[in-house]
């Protein structure tokens, strides 16, 4: 039988005997838990030159003595010789120090697992008797897997003095376009405080215990208001929970993100910031407009559509080469199209408006800016809707046709 222990090294003696690409491999994981470390070896491989280099540590160039391994919590012998291997495993054993035995066919008193880290979880896999390493390291992959996609039930049960508070960019919508980090946070999450237009699906996977708080905004009503929301991070990690921000897109790109981590750093709470595909590419992406095009389009203007209208955006409304993007901006077409045309952008200009992308829901309808808010009118648009204005919004740049799949082309 062999027992599995978490057991920490840092600060204590590690002596590594032999210089070679076990060792190389391997003295990594020594240096990430802190040990104090002693390469032991006449001969050093490139990695471990490097590693030895760039961390400073201390090395004997030399054979092995009896008298390296007394001061040693752990000895790790790679020498590529088993008779040295196994004579400093039977030193070690003799003075009751734990010993790693890489020699093929050999282990020693301690053996290292196949690990796989996942947050402040560690998985490690090792067989009960004999050295299968392949089968540990296939098993320990597919285990990492499933931690990366937070399928693996990965919530704290035993509450922490410290919370802790993670805005996660959720995307345009589906869960498969997360990212990989953000649903293993989502998975460890004891709260969730949620958006309108983040992924929806992901909130069913949750357990039945985690605290989902609705905080989503629709065009004119704010049930919570932003100084509230910052609040309810606040005082939900203050109470050492795990809260998890779930916005739609990107947290910094019109998400408000900077107002809530700053309010997390001025009452001293620990946050981070996933970042999320972003509206401003995807969703014209899904209606196959690309925002930049080689010979079409150099470059790309966001814009939120609640804001007045700036020179800026102007500029690159008249600018041929550059796509302009228009986030939220369905109730201020109108608006826009007006300083637009009078500021001297062709009124023939194409503009596509995609609503829902990314959803069994979404319809683009291609117009041009002169009429823009004309047709988003006839066509009843609703938001979500990004409006995409420029070259590249015009129908069958990509497909050499004059209208595609679910599209109103007016």
């Known amino acids: 039988m062999t027992l599995m222990l978490g057991i920490s090294l840092a600060g204590r003696r590690v002596v590594l005997v032999g210089g070679g690409a076990v060792t190389g491999r391997r003295l990594p994981r020594f240096l990430d838990d802190g040990a104090d470390i002693l390469i032991v070896a006449p001969i050093?491989?490139?990695?471990?030159?490097?590693?030895?280099?760039?961390?400073?540590?201390?090395?004997e160039s030399r054979p092995v003595r009896v008298d390296d391994?007394?001061?040693?919590?752990?000895?790790?012998t790679a020498t590529g010789d088993p008779r040295v291997d196994a004579e400093v495993a039977a030193w070690c054993e003799s003075r009751r120090i734990l010993c790693i035995n890489a020699s093929n066919g050999a282990h020693g008193s301690a053996r290292l697992t196949a690990e796989s880290r996942a947050g402040d979880v560690v998985v490690g896999v090792m067989s009960d008797s004999g050295v299968d390493p392949r089968r540990a390291a296939r098993l320990r992959d597919a285990i990492a897997g499933l931690l990366r996609e937070g399928r693996l039930p990965l919530r704290r049960r035993r509450r922490s003095a410290a919370g802790r508070v993670d805005l996660v960019g959720g995307g345009p919508g589906p869960t498969d376009l997360m990212t990989i980090r953000g649903r293993r946070l989502l998975a460890e999450a004891d709260v969730v405080v949620a958006d309108r237009l983040g992924p929806a699906d992901v909130l069913a996977e949750l357990?039945?215990?985690?605290?989902?708080i609705d905080v989503g905004k629709r065009p004119g009503h704010h049930p919570v208001p932003q100084e509230e929301i910052n609040q309810i991070?606040?005082?939900?990690?203050?109470l050492g929970l795990r809260v998890v921000r779930l916005k739609g897109g990107d947290p910094f790109v019109y998400g408000r993100g900077g107002e809530e981590v700053a309010a997390c750093l001025a009452a001293g709470v620990p946050v981070e910031v996933v970042p999320g595909l972003t509206s401003v590419v995807s969703v014209p992406q899904a209606a196959g407009i690309p925002v930049t095009h080689r010979g079409t389009a150099v470059g790309f203007h966001v814009v939120n559509g609640q804001a007045e209208v700036t020179s800026s955006t102007l500029d690159a409304l008249r600018d041929d080469s550059v796509t302009t993007v228009v986030l939220m901006g369905v109730a201020a077409l109108r608006k826009l199209v007006s300083a637009a045309v009078e500021a001297g952008v062709p009124a023939s200009r194409p503009v596509a408006i995609v609503e829902n992308g990314h959803t069994p829901q979404q319809r683009t309808t291609r117009t041009t800016l002169g009429r823009a808010h004309l047709d988003a009118e006839?066509?009843?648009?609703?938001?979500?809707?990004?409006?995409v204005i420029g070259e590249v919004a015009r129908a069958g740049l990509l497909l050499g046709v004059h209208e595609e799949a679910g599209e109103t082309v007016r």
């Open 207 to 212: 357990d039945s215990d985690v605290e989902v």
């Open 378 to 387: 006839a066509a009843q648009v609703r938001n979500p809707a990004v409006i």
């Open 44 to 59: 050093l491989s490139d990695d471990t030159r490097v590693l030895l280099e760039r961390h400073g540590l201390r090395h």
């Open 233 to 238: 991070l606040v005082d939900r990690a203050r």
């Open 69 to 76: 391994v007394e001061d040693a919590w752990l000895v790790h």
